[in-house]
């Protein structure tokens, strides 16, 4: 079946430091592709989309772009901030006929000043 | 700009009891789903809702589960006889559907479920 994989973490970086979340998937179809964001004891944000392959999605300073020949859609920030803490989740819309978002394990992202 | 809303946003109960989560989706949107959130692990789909009934479930949303729109606007997860495994953040979310897929989902900002 449909599935994400994420890089583990934590991830611990000091602030203005450039940021990789490594994500990859695994899909039968054409796969739409998200990045949430989820703050300490809060609920999940979508941060960034794309839907196609070569779609770079952006948000708030972050990046990814949707890499079909490497079933890849890292996320990236040029210089992280301490409020970019957070658990970050990389998860798939299958397309197709099937309509279940599927999730990542997420990556803790901790910034320190 | 429209939310998905759950509530409440904690509940405490007793082994044993049955809770209903409750959830109101964004209203143009026509999938629903709940995922549950046990604390630092991932996040789990349980089921999906289209078209007034259930359209996909996993295998963690058994005969405990169930889920209903009572009426048009709100949708409900109850789960019947709770157990300590249970425990776990709860999310509610909506999409959309556009031609062969779905838009993102919309996320509430989750129950918070504590069965002691």
């Known amino acids: 079946g449909d599935s994400v994989t994420q890089m583990e973490g934590p991830v611990t970086l000091s602030e203005e430091a450039f940021l990789t979340i490594n994500c990859t998937y695994t899909?039968?179809?054409?796969?739409?592709l998200f990045w949430y964001v989820q703050y300490p004891g809060e609920g999940l944000q979508l941060l960034l989309k794309?839907?196609?392959?070569?779609d770079k999605g952006s948000n708030k300073g972050f990046e990814a772009t949707y890499r079909k020949e490497t079933t890849s859609f890292h996320l990236e920030k040029g210089s992280v901030q301490v409020s970019d803490s957070a658990v970050y989740f990389c998860a798939l819309n299958p397309g197709g006929g099937s309509y279940i978002p599927t999730f990542g394990r997420g990556t803790s992202l901790i910034v320190h000043p | 700009e429209p939310e998905v809303t759950q509530t409440p946003s904690h509940q405490v109960t007793q082994m044993g009891q049955e809770v209903i989560l409750r959830c109101v989706p964004i209203?143009?949107?026509?999938?629903f789903y709940w995922y549950r959130q046990i604390l630092g692990q991932k996040v789990e789909f349980l089921v999906s809702f289209y078209n007034n009934e259930i359209s996909e479930k996993s295998e963690i949303f058994d005969d405990q589960f169930s889920v209903e729109r009572p009426d048009g606007s709100n949708f409900t997860l109850k789960i019947r006889s709770t157990k300590l495994e249970d425990s776990a953040m709860y999310f509610c979310?909506?999409?959309?559907?556009?031609?062969?897929?779905?838009?993102?989902?919309?996320f509430g900002q989750g129950t918070r479920l504590t069965v002691v």
């Open positions: 899909a039968t179809g054409y796969p739409s």
């Open positions: 209203s143009n949107h026509l999938y």
């Open positions: 979310a909506s999409s959309e559907v556009l031609g062969q897929t779905n838009t993102e989902a919309f």
């Open positions: 794309a839907t196609k392959a070569d």
